[in-house]
């Protein structure tokens, strides 16, 4: 099938040729089955990333996947950088991932496995008991790690990772999936809005590293604050207290 990889970078431009260099080999073998496409979406970055972008992977380069750029005006957020990333994919497939690899690029091949026909999305799981964190601060362990038990608790308890950005998902699915959030929650409410549709979610069991180049651009208390309401509304979905969809938006699957 044919393959979208989307990127989202902000303020990324010392760490697109280290970008470049870990990605390519994995695009190359598998542009050797498939036609790629690789989406890089810059969120408004104001350290000269577009302009690296374009130096990095230049046009008319020959490159095994068709490369293609997004840029937003203005920095909207990771949640905005993959509505537009999924509004410009074209594959059968559509995959999304950190620009930073702390999920290791030459995974891909093994996150694509694991969505058997039954599935519709696979999600990378570093909480998994057989997935594992390799040198991550312990405050964005405290983060992720909290907030996914929580949505365990909610809503599936089977599912052990809620946070992570490292997934593929099936066109129906990023076609049908209604998600509100332009920040970092989009990742979390795009799988959770997924689970109470009907789709079938498998975990890939994920190393996530910690980061090698550059700093992370996620706001903790921000993020922390947009979870707890997210979690608020689940639980009164749950209760039967409050829809979890507007009545413009779907809810049950197609």
Same mark, same amino acid.
């Given at each position: 099938?044919?393959?979208?990889?989307?990127?989202?970078?902000?303020?990324?431009?010392?760490?697109?040729?280290?970008?470049?260099r870990?990605?390519?080999?994995?695009?190359?073998?598998?542009?050797?089955?498939?036609? @790629?496409?690789?989406?890089?979406?810059?969120?408004?970055?104001?350290?000269?990333?577009?302009?690296?972008?374009?130096?990095? %992977?230049p046009?008319?380069?020959?490159?095994?996947?068709?490369?293609?750029?997004?840029?937003?005006p203005?920095?909207?957020?990771?949640?905005a950088?993959?509505?537009?990333?999924?509004?410009?994919?074209?594959?059968?497939?559509?995959?999304?991932?950190?620009?930073?690899?702390?999920y290791?690029?030459?995974?891909?091949?093994?996150l694509?496995?694991?969505?058997?026909?039954?599935?519709?999305? #696979?999600?990378? $799981?570093?909480?998994?008991?057989?997935?594992?964190?390799?040198? #991550?601060?312990?405050?964005r362990?405290?983060?992720?790690?909290?907030?996914?038990?929580?949505?365990?608790?909610?809503?599936?308890?089977?599912?052990?990772?809620?946070?992570?950005? %490292?997934? @593929?998902?099936?066109?129906?699915v990023?076609?049908?999936?209604? %998600?509100?959030?332009n920040?970092?929650?989009a990742?979390?409410e795009?799988l959770?809005? $997924?689970?109470l549709?009907?789709?079938? @979610?498998?975990?890939?069991?994920a190393?996530?590293?910690?980061?090698?180049?550059?700093?992370?651009?996620?706001?903790? @208390?921000?993020?922390?604050?947009?979870?707890?309401? %997210?979690?608020?509304?689940?639980?009164?979905?749950?209760?039967?207290?409050?829809?979890?969809?507007?009545?413009?938006?779907?809810?049950?699957?197609?």
């Amino acid at each position: 099938m044919n393959l979208s990889i989307i990127i989202p970078c902000y303020n990324e431009s010392d760490n697109i040729a280290n970008l470049r260099r870990q990605i390519t080999p994995t695009v190359t073998s598998l542009a050797e089955t498939r036609t @790629v496409e690789l989406i890089l979406v810059d969120d408004g970055s104001q350290d000269g990333t577009w302009e690296t972008l374009h130096q990095t %992977f230049p046009d008319g380069e020959p490159y095994p996947a068709e490369v293609r750029f997004e840029r937003h005006p203005t920095n909207l957020g990771l949640g905005a950088a993959i509505r537009t990333g999924f509004r410009e994919a074209r594959g059968d497939l559509v995959l999304t991932t950190d620009s930073d690899g702390t999920y290791r690029f030459e995974t891909i091949p093994a996150l694509l496995s694991t969505l058997t026909p039954e599935k519709d999305l #696979v999600t990378a $799981s570093p909480y998994h008991p057989q997935g594992s964190v390799d040198g #991550v601060p312990p405050y964005r362990l405290l983060l992720s790690k909290g907030s996914s038990l929580l949505y365990r608790i909610l809503l599936n308890w089977k599912i052990y990772t809620y946070t992570a950005l %490292f997934r @593929v998902y099936r066109r129906k699915v990023v076609e049908s999936v209604p %998600f509100e959030s332009n920040g970092y929650l989009a990742g979390t409410e795009i799988l959770v809005n $997924s689970l109470l549709m009907g789709f079938q @979610v498998a975990e890939y069991p994920a190393v996530l590293h910690s980061r090698v180049v550059g700093v992370s651009k996620a706001r903790l @208390v921000r993020t922390i604050r947009a979870h707890l309401r %997210f979690q608020s509304k689940l639980l009164l979905h749950q209760l039967g207290i409050r829809p979890m969809f507007s009545a413009a938006q779907p809810k049950s699957k197609p």
